[in-house]
């Protein structure tokens, strides 16, 4: 063993049998000075600078790669201050994390990752194991072209590279590097050195500069880093319990329950979330300023090391909000070997059928076909690509439903279905929260008008009724009715604002929540139309809508409607048909009075 710096030589002949200590009579420079030490060496030797601080069985770590592979020329472990090797900033010099010791933060790197490398453009000379095979056959560090150091070793990693051997990052290894020590900023010498060698290195490899523009743009050591501060800031926080949401990347109801949810509990406790992407799930942690984001490849995970990653993350709760998009078996098999408590909350109808609207292959609702026989048909006809066994189906969901902590539903109406498939499934109801400040806009005024205004609201599209609203205004124009129709929003036909050129018909286009009682108001609307044709297991328009006054009119289906009867404050239409609404529409039109009574019953509401 050689070392490159000084030691006192009674401590240090203590501790080694064989070393080496070597004194100049002048400052030969940094280069020589180590070439020395190369030159004097047999084996594979370990270059580690003075102003370092290192980790019990760092050399042993350091040299094993070598070992194992002599088609590998250096090593350099993880450091604060390493450039390509910086943790936990990328070419940062860093301070500690979370003031932890060298050994603290080692322990992470030791326990966490495994002995392959990562390849890197060149070694970083601060801490640096060599293969004594490759020097061999390359020769030392030229300490003529770099004699007081910055740059050598890129160099000496840039000749072995042509050569076909591979400089790597060992990643289970963390070395502390006070960044300049060897130097300090003396004249500045450092600053100096660096550039006149850099261009000694650009004048032998001109393509030295692209080389390391192309590894710190893709930044393969990303994720062992992202991993580590993941595992770091939540091991940092053991008071706060980890909660894993899983969930679809569509948008919508559940996207909205979540975040909203997401928003009550953060500070209290560690929020992860889990989406599907392609053949990826993509796993943010959202306890640092800036997320950070995991990619798991799914053909990689399985069992143990789902568990493991759950355990690393110490991940007390699973709160799975869909698994659409999923590998829904090898998801139910991962969740359950987990070992963690599961709560399912039930959004719509994916448990039950694929068609998670419940909307058959004649795009009617099916009125909760509970039948076997009858589902596996409608889905050969809705999903002929897909090979579906629906029995299969329900009985794995029906399992992992049992073993879930809690079932939840966001309407009784939600539950009565969930147990015409599952009757052994305890469920309970929560409703959803309307988070954002609803104010009452609702005016009696706006009956006086001429024409009545009625209005859709939201994303609508088929099994939320668009067909209806788009065979409604073909009825009202074609009677000459004093209706107007104003959707609050959009629908598959009209994605941006749109005005029919009588004026009777128009699109808005897409708007925050925050702002829909006012639009309600600004468009004057008597009454609001929900046209969903499948049961909805909560809806936040209509809530929103009764919070800002407004009467509703619904088909008899799912939660609105049951809304509606409680509270006494709107129209449940028996049949989901254009025809049935206009009827209704017509006689309102005419007893206006009847809408105002209906606004009465939501002027307490809270």
């Known amino acids: 063993m050689f070392i490159s710096r000084r030691f006192e030589i009674e401590t240090s002949a203590k501790k080694f049998k064989k070393l080496t200590i070597i004194h100049n009579d002048v400052n030969v420079g940094y280069v020589q000075n180590i070439n020395k030490g190369l030159r004097l060496s047999k084996n594979h030797p370990i270059i580690l600078n003075s102003d370092t601080e290192i980790p019990p069985k760092c050399f042993q770590r350091l040299i094993q790669p070598i070992l194992v592979n002599d088609h590998i020329s250096s090593v350099t472990p993880f450091s604060n201050s390493a450039t390509i090797c910086s943790f936990p900033n990328f070419l940062e010099d860093n301070e500690l994390p979370y003031h932890m010791t060298v050994n603290e933060v080692d322990a992470y790197f030791s326990k966490y990752n495994i002995n392959k490398g990562v390849v890197i453009p060149t070694g970083v000379g601060f801490c640096m194991a060599l293969n004594r095979n490759v020097i061999n056959k390359i020769g030392v560090f030229d300490d003529k072209a770099f004699g007081k150091g910055y740059g050598e070793e890129n160099d000496w990693c840039m000749r072995a590279r042509t050569l076909g051997y591979k400089n790597i990052l060992i990643p289970n290894l963390f070395v502390y590097h006070k960044h300049g020590g060897s130097f300090g900023q003396i004249n500045n010498m450092k600053q100096e050195l660096m550039e006149n060698n850099l261009k000694i290195l650009l004048k032998r490899y001109p393509n030295y500069n692209e080389i390391i523009q192309d590894f710190t743009a893709f930044d393969p050591i990303k994720n062992i880093r992202n991993f580590i501060k993941s595992v770091m800031v939540n091991q940092q926080s053991p008071l706060k319990k980890g909660t894993l949401f899983i969930n679809h990347a569509m948008g919508g109801g559940a996207i909205h329950f979540q975040s909203n949810y997401i928003n009550k509990v953060k500070n209290e406790q560690r929020i992860f979330t889990l989406k599907p992407n392609n053949h990826e799930l993509i796993l943010t942690d959202h306890n640092h300023q800036i997320p950070i984001t995991h990619k798991l490849s799914i053909s990689k995970l399985n069992d143990t090391n789902f568990r493991q990653l759950l355990n690393a993350l110490h991940i007390e709760l699973i709160f799975i909000n869909h698994l659409l998009g999923y590998p829904t078996d090898k998801m139910f098999s991962w969740i359950k070997h987990a070992g963690i408590d599961y709560y399912f909350f039930v959004h719509d109808f994916h ?158 286009g897409s708007y925050k929540v925050e702002h829909l009682s006012q639009l309600l108001a600004d468009h004057q609307i008597a009454l609001v139309v929900n046209s969903s044709i499948c049961p909805e297991t909560y809806s936040y328009t209509t809530s929103e809508v009764m919070l800002a006054g407004y009467p509703i009119i619904t088909f008899n289906l799912g939660a609105p409607a049951d809304r509606i009867k409680k509270h006494q404050c709107g129209w449940i239409v028996d049949k989901a048909t254009s025809l049935d609404l206009l009827i209704l529409l017509k006689r309102l039109n005419e007893h206006r009075e009847e809408i105002n009574e209906k606004a009465e019953k939501l002027r307490n509401l809270s």
């Open 351 to 508: 448990c039950l059928c694929p068609s998670f609207n419940l909307i058959n292959h004649n795009k009617q609702y099916c009125n909760a076909e509970t039948d076997p026989n009858v589902c596996q048909s409608c889905l050969e006809k809705l999903f002929p690509r897909e090979q579906i066994n629906i029995k299969s189906r329900r009985l794995a969901f029906e399992s992992f439903l049992k073993s879930a902590k809690k079932v939840i539903a966001p309407s009784e109406n939600t539950k009565n279905i969930l147990l015409k498939y599952y009757r052994d499934i305890k469920v309970e109801v929560h409703e959803h929260t309307i988070d954002v400040q609803i104010t009452r806009t609702y005016k009696e005024n706006f009956l006086k008008n001429k024409h009545l205004n009625i209005a859709f609201v939201g994303a609508i599209g088929p099994e939320k009724g668009s067909n209806i609203i788009y065979e409604l205004k073909d009825f009202i124009a074609k009677e000459h009715l004093p209706i107007n129709i104003k959707v609050i929003g959009f629908t598959d036909r009209h994605g941006k604002p749109y005005k029919s050129n009588d004026g009777k018909f128009e699109v808005t």
